[in-house]
């Protein structure tokens, strides 16, 4: 199997797919809502019609406008609005019908959320990654919203015999003012629906003044309350009659294959009722399962008990002899060498030959396990040629194109319900785990949920890359840099999908690479090749971790080489506020935005770094073992700036006092919930920084829990983390939150650390380099 | 036959006696509140709280807690207003969710031995319990709520 024959057909990628127009079933039956519902009728295809265009039409299957699709309203007034993102902890479950409810001017308190099953010719694109939820949907949530108000304004109007610009709605009711009559959602519900559904264009969107709900942070997540007493509902929560619980013993080298296994001590274990095989597909094979044992039982002790007893043999392939180790001198080889060049403006070599000083800095990242804490599972219902999944996945879409064809059934017979996730940070946009439960189920004929234990999760990731990131920057007599090459080197994502994927995708180039924001005459970005032995895929913020800590490592580099302010050595390298051209690069990747509405802007850049020392009191005086380092990343189409105070006691312990981070992300909607983002992100960068590396021997991950893969937990967590967000007006298009934080956090530490003791650290995680 | 009180109900199992309370919570009487995360004690969102201790579910076996009372996030308060509970929901602690079971019995505990914890007893307290999404500002933040009302 060879998917990437046709680039365009990645899912989350290149997001190249045509729109496509299906017909849609309605609302009533696919919503799967009890009856006294309106606002539901046979739905049609409406595009957004915004004033920033984004690159949510090329997303697969497109953006759906419409509120028959998105929106039901009882006849005792309550408002179901329909969340078709997954939930993952960002808050989106809760933002994006916030927004509708708030253009529609529904009253919140009687406005009940739910969850879209997988159907994108009926939602539009639900790959839940990237950041993009909010830039992509702001402007549909708000028409769908605001369409909804013109259908119950305009059926109010016609009951009361009035021109419609004489009605408004208002918290829940529309009125009408001159003669002082009002008459709630629920009234006008069923007359709502038989309005026509308003042209897009002409939408009138409500002033931003008189946001209610928008850009406040007083609304709480809708899962709040369930979540503090245990009900919220997770994928290992599902639980069905008759329903079977599954481990899977998988090939411990990536491209492993079974050779054969002996089941008859798992058997003997109480509660197990079958031991089978678990159809494998040859690597790569993009989010296909790896196949292997799958030990089924009548709880998941007894599975995972039973799995210990296997015996099992296996054949690991090609990919037996993958040694970190040996890989990390290979790749940092390669580094020294020339490479695919990526972008080129000037003459970087001359300009390195004619230089006074030259600063080299060789930065190194291993692979990252994403460890959410809840580990990959799903439930599968097969049977009469049609499956149900439940599962916490970011792609529900895709789940179900990826179920339907493993299964030979077509994508109509398939239901996917999502979950809320425990975590996914990229882990969960690949449905491996829903397609092992399909298989299951279809062979055994009862429901299944296949459970992935931690072991599992840590040893069968899709991994975050391994990297090295060389830069060789130039100084002329005055310190002035004059010459920048970056060459990068890293085992690509597309690697999952095809053999022989040695270089990195356009996506991975444009994550801090090739749209390096600095003005530098001279600057040159390489690629040399990297073959992969594992899988790799997203991790929260994806190649952006590994260029951000190079890129702010050498910034801090350079300061020290010519005796300078970092935070001003930043903004001499970032230069005059313009907009950076890539003029150089071919096919640039910008998130899969357009460059118009999100253009590589150093104002904006300039001004989190500004805000950022401000707040966070860069320059001021810090005890003895402490130190501030500071680093700014556009990603995401977002600018994120932080700066950490490091404190190293004589022993070498790392302890973090304040952590300060400015962001950027154009107009949004929940200033609550992106602090809370950027607290997160502080941790995971913490972590990942500290302790994050997977590592291999024999071509297999040589890490499995918490206590070989650590990561931050409380006692060693900041102090304290300020989030200072950049207040824009509400026409600035929204950008990124849910990774954006993370890329500058580790060499903002990495420049505290050098500020507290003197020593650059260039090759993650921390680990024991700064023991003494 | 092992018999033990959850909830304030008597249970009981016949089956494996090394079952692991865990798997025995979600699987045998879905009580799914209670989490799996490790497996081995590490993380913390399988806690609950077998007479007034807090303990890690994952590893204790059904025949560890014979006539023991066992507590789950489900049965901590009748109507979900333990103390610590409200702190949670004022302080907006939770992204995904996920752990959150875990911290709050093992915050609950604490509280129940310390009434009032210090700033360096809350994070020794509960480092043992992982929030991959990095909630633990607002964790430390909802404790010292529900301790002082502050």
């Given at each position: 199997m060879n998917i990437i024959a046709n680039p365009a057909r990645l899912r989350g990628i290149e997001a190249r797919i045509r729109v496509e127009k299906i017909s849609r079933r309605s609302v009533l039956k696919t919503l799967g809502i009890a009856g006294?519902?309106?606002?539901a009728a046979p739905v049609m295809s409406r595009q957004a019609f915004a004033a920033y265009q984004t690159g949510a039409g090329a997303m697969p299957h497109g953006t759906v406008v419409d509120p028959r699709v998105f929106v039901a309203i009882a006849s005792d007034g309550t408002v179901t609005i329909v969340a078709h993102r997954s939930e993952m902890g960002t808050g989106v479950r809760t933002s994006l019908p916030l927004v509708v409810a708030e253009e529609m001017e529904a009253d919140w308190s009687r406005v009940k959320v739910a969850q879209a099953h997988g159907d994108e010719a009926k939602?539009?694109?639900?790959?839940?990654?990237?950041?993009r939820s909010t830039r992509h949907y702001l402007i549909p949530m708000r028409q769908i919203g605001a369409s909804a108000r013109a259908m119950l304004e305009a059926a109010a109007a016609k009951r009361w015999g009035v021109?419609?610009?004489?009605v408004r709605a208002v918290n829940h009711e529309v009125v009408h003012t001159a003669s002082g009559r009002r008459l709630g959602f629920g009234e006008l519900a069923a007359d709502a629906a038989k309005e026509p559904v308003p042209d897009v264009g002409g939408l009138k969107l409500k002033?931003?003044?008189?946001?209610?709900?928008?850009?406040?942070?007083d609304i709480s997540i809708v899962d709040l309350r369930d979540i503090t007493v245990g009900a919220a509902r997770y994928g290992s929560d599902t639980r069905l009659p008759g329903m079977k619980y599954a481990v899977i013993a998988r090939?411990?080298?990536?491209g492993g294959k079974l050779k054969s296994f002996d089941s008859s001590e798992a058997m003997k274990v109480s509660g197990v009722e079958k031991v089978m095989e678990v159809q494998g597909w040859p690597?790569?094979?993009?989010?296909q399962p790896l196949g292997g044992v799958a030990v089924i039982a009548r709880n998941t002790g007894a599975a995972i008990k039973g799995r210990d007893a296997l015996k099992i043999v296996w054949?690991?392939?090609?990919?037996?002899?993958?040694?970190s180790a040996a890989y990390r001198a290979e790749l940092e080889e390669a580094a020294r060498k020339p490479g695919l060049v990526v972008r080129k403006e000037g003459d970087v070599d001359a300009a390195l030959k004619g230089a006074d000083k030259v600063v080299i800095g060789e930065y190194y990242l291993p692979h990252l396990a994403h460890?959410?804490?809840?580990t990959p599972v799903a439930v599968a219902d097969v049977k009469d040629g049609k499956a149900e999944i439940w599962a916490p996945v970011q792609s529900p879409g895709g789940t179900r194109e990826d179920v339907a064809k493993t299964l030979g059934?077509?994508?109509?017979?398939v239901t996917v319900n999502v979950t809320l996730l425990?975590?996914?940070?990229?882990?969960?946009?690949?449905c491996d785990f829903a397609i092992e439960a399909a298989l299951l189920s279809k062979a055994i004929g009862s429901p299944v949920k296949v459970q992935w234990t931690r072991d599992d999760d840590v040893r069968h990731d899709f991994l975050h890359t391994v990297s090295v990131e060389r830069i060789e920057a130039g100084l002329d007599k005055s310190g002035k840099v004059i010459a920048w090459r970056h060459r990068s080197v890293a085992p690509t994502i597309a690697s999952t999908f095809a053999a022989n994927a040695v270089h990195a995708a356009p996506f991975e180039l444009g994550m801090g690479l090739i749209d390096l924001p600095f003005e530098i005459a001279n600057i040159q970005c390489e690629n040399p090749e990297a073959a992969a032995h594992a899988r790799i895929g997203w991790f929260r913020s994806v190649s952006n971790i590994p260029r951000a800590f190079a890129v702010q490592s050498m910034v801090g580099e350079l300061a020290h080489a010519t005796n300078r302010d970092q935070k001003d050595m930043l903004l001499d390298l970032i230069g005059s506020p313009r907009i950076v051209k890539l003029?150089?690069?071919?096919?640039?990747?910008n998130y899969g935005e357009p460059f118009d509405s999100y253009p590589i802007d150093t104002a904006r850049l300039r001004r989190v770094v500004e805000l950022v020392a401000d707040k966070g009191g860069w320059g001021r005086s810090v005890p003895k073992g402490h130190g501030l380092g500071i680093a700014v990343h556009r990603s995401f189409v977002s600018y994120i700036a932080t700066i950490v105070e490091v404190a190293i006691d004589d022993k070498g312990k790392l302890t973090v006092p304040q952590v300060d981070t400015a962001i950027?992300?154009?107009?949004?909607?929940?200033p609550e919930r992106i602090q809370s983002q950027i607290e997160g992100a502080a941790i995971m960068g913490l972590s990942l920084a500290k302790y994050g590396e997977i590592s291999f021997k024999d071509g297999k991950v040589q890490q499995g829990n918490f206590d070989d893969f650590p990561v931050v937990r409380m006692d060693e967590a900041p102090l304290v983390t300020n989030v200072h967000i950049v207040p824009v007006d509400a026409d600035t298009p929204p950008s990124g939150v849910g990774?954006?934080?993370?890329?500058?956090f580790a060499p903002a530490l990495i420049n505290a650390i050098f500020a507290a003791t003197g020593k650059r650290i260039r090759a993650l995680p921390i680990g024991k380099q700064l023991e003494t | 036959m092992i018999k033990m009180k959850i909830n304030g109900q008597e249970r009981n199992w016949d089956g494996d006696?090394?079952?692991s309370l865990l798997w025995f919570l979600?699987?045998?009487?879905?009580?799914?509140g209670t989490k799996y995360g490790?497996?081995?004690?590490?993380?913390?969102?399988c806690t609950v709280i077998v007479d007034k201790q807090a303990v890690r579910?994952?590893?204790?076996?059904v025949s560890d807690v014979v006539d023991r009372e066992i507590t789950t996030i489900e049965g901590l308060h009748p109507t979900g207003d333990h103390a610590v509970q409200k702190a949670w929901r004022q302080v907006n602690?939770?992204?995904?969710?996920?752990c959150q079971a875990g911290q709050i019995m093992q915050a609950a505990a604490l509280l129940t031995e310390n009434p009032k914890p210090s700033h360096d007893q809350i994070r020794e307290a509960m480092s043992g319990n992982i929030c991959r999404c990095g909630c633990y500002q607002r964790i430390e933040n909802a404790i010292h709520l529900a301790s002082t009302g502050v």
């Open positions: 006294g519902l309106v606002l939602y539009g694109n639900q790959d839940t990654d990237g950041s021109p419609a610009t004489e002033d931003p003044k008189d946001f209610r709900y928008l850009g406040k942070g090939p411990p080298v990536t690597w790569p094979s993009k989010f054949d690991d392939g090609a990919n037996g002899k993958y040694d460890v959410s804490m809840e059934i077509p994508e109509a017979n425990g975590g996914g940070f990229g882990r969960k946009s690949k003029d150089s690069v071919k096919d640039p990747w950027d992300c154009g107009t949004f909607i929940n990774e954006p934080g993370v890329p500058p | 006696p090394d079952l979600r699987d045998e009487i879905g009580l799914t490790c497996g081995q004690a590490l993380c913390g969102s579910s994952c590893i204790t076996s602690v939770p992204q995904c969710g996920y």
